[in-house]
């Protein structure tokens, strides 16, 4: 059997954070990320059991998954592009944000957390193997 795949090994997703889709697309803020591998896929989601007592002391497994946003993120970001906020107190004072270090870092009062939590969304749905439109 013959499977038809991407071998691209750089990846572009266009936000909608900001209503940056309905700008030119030159001035689009664009993440570019690693397809991700199996390998990947399997070192994100390892699952935890553990057994725990009940309010009855009946004892139960349980298991638990702990993924943080930004390890997602920094596993799978290679830049953005087009991306500079500007202080809130000094619009002189601009941030150009062109990696994860840079993203988790920067101030909170544009809002940039929003962003994050997109770019987490997407980056969870390519790692679950669901079918994404990268240029949406």
């Keep these: 059997m013959k499977v038809t795949v991407s071998t691209a090994k750089e990846r572009t997703f266009i936000p909608s954070w900001h209503k940056n889709k309905k700008l030119p697309e030159v001035e689009q803020i664009k993440v570019i990320y690693k397809a991700p591998s199996i390998n990947m896929q399997e070192s994100m989601f390892n ?3 553990d057994m725990v007592q009940d309010d009855k002391g009946t004892m139960r497994p349980s298991m638990s998954v702990n993924i943080g946003k ?3 993120i920094k596993t799978l970001l ?3 592009e087009n991306l500079t906020i500007s202080s809130a107190e000094d619009e002189t ?3 150009d944000i062109t990696n994860s270090k840079q993203l988790f870092d920067a101030p909170t009062e544009n ?3 929003g962003l994050v939590t997109e770019i987490y969304k997407f980056f969870t749905d390519v790692l ?3 079918s994404v439109n990268e240029k949406n």
């Design 78 to 80: 290679l830049r953005i």
């Design 47 to 49: 699952a935890k059991m």
């Design 128 to 130: 679950n193997g669901k």
């Design 70 to 72: 930004e390890e997602i």
């Design 111 to 113: 809002d940039i957390g």
């Design 93 to 95: 004072v601009v941030y």
